[in-house]
């Protein structure tokens, strides 16, 4: 499939500050370079990842207002979490305007909480935007070498690493976080004995 990034660049360049729109390019070379490595599909890794946070910077008002006109009902923790939001309206938004194909939509909706039965290029995803070269967290290192492992290794960490984050802040965390934590974590067990 040919994607049209040069859009994809422009549009988030309007609608992203500089912090932002370098880490959607830094997410787009490492969801790139992660497809490489596990057999994915480079081209839809690099348009997934340059279009991955395009509603990150919407208002909590413009994206209910969003979510409200594609008849769009937020769950009690969804409704609580509007850091989860941008995912959720990003992939509606990129259907309706580009429509770049489901495995990217599908990448994009599931980049921040996960999900049981994450594809190839959902977990790529999830993984590089946790890995991208502008990220300097603690344990960021640790996180770029389990990549290179395997992706459920990266997968299981990046599970962990959010769920230890919002149960140290008293925060609600999203079914679909467990659901994939828990089938990630299986996973590594059966790989591993």
């Given at each position: 499939?040919?994607?049209?990034?040069?859009?994809?660049?422009?549009?988030?360049?309007?609608?992203?500050?500089?912090?932002?729109?370098?880490?959607?390019?830094?997410?787009?070379?490492?969801?790139?370079?992660?497809?490489?490595?596990?057999?994915?599909?480079?081209?839809?890794?690099?348009?997934?990842?340059?279009?991955?946070?395009?509603?990150?910077?919407a208002s909590k008002e413009?994206?209910?207002?969003?979510?409200?006109?594609?008849?769009?009902?937020?769950?009690?923790?969804?409704?609580?979490?509007?850091?989860?939001?941008?995912?959720?309206?990003?992939?509606?938004?990129?259907?309706?305007?580009?429509?770049?194909?489901?495995?990217?939509?599908?990448?994009?909706?599931?980049?921040?909480?996960?999900?049981a039965g994450m594809t190839?290029?959902?977990?790529?995803?999830?993984?590089?935007?946790?890995?991208?070269?502008?990220?300097?967290?603690?344990?960021?290192?640790?996180?770029?070498?389990?990549?290179?492992?395997?992706?459920?290794?990266?997968?299981?960490?990046?599970?962990?690493?959010?769920?230890?984050?919002?149960?140290?802040?008293?925060?609600?965390?999203?079914?679909?976080?467990?659901?994939?934590?828990?089938?990630?974590?299986?996973?590594?067990?059966?790989?591993?004995?």
């Open positions: 499939m040919d994607y049209n990034i040069t859009d994809y660049l422009r549009d988030i360049r309007r609608r992203l500050g500089d912090y932002r729109y370098r880490h959607s390019l830094c997410v787009a070379e490492s969801a790139k370079a992660l497809a490489v490595r596990y057999g994915g599909d480079p081209g839809a890794a690099y348009a997934a990842g340059i279009l991955h946070d395009v509603w990150k910077e413009e994206s209910l207002a969003f979510f409200r006109s594609h008849g769009v009902t937020l769950t009690a923790v969804e409704a609580a979490s509007p850091v989860l939001w941008h995912a959720m309206a990003g992939a509606i938004y990129i259907r309706e305007t580009y429509d770049p194909g489901e495995e990217i939509v599908s990448a994009v909706r599931w980049h921040t909480t996960g999900r190839l290029a959902e977990k790529i995803l999830f993984t590089a935007d946790f890995i991208s070269e502008d990220r300097d967290y603690p344990g960021v290192e640790d996180m770029r070498r389990r990549a290179e492992v395997s992706l459920t290794c990266a997968m299981a960490e990046g599970l962990r690493f959010t769920i230890n984050d919002l149960s140290e802040q008293g925060r609600a965390i999203h079914p679909d976080t467990l659901f994939a934590y828990n089938e990630i974590i299986l996973e590594e067990r059966k790989q591993h004995g």
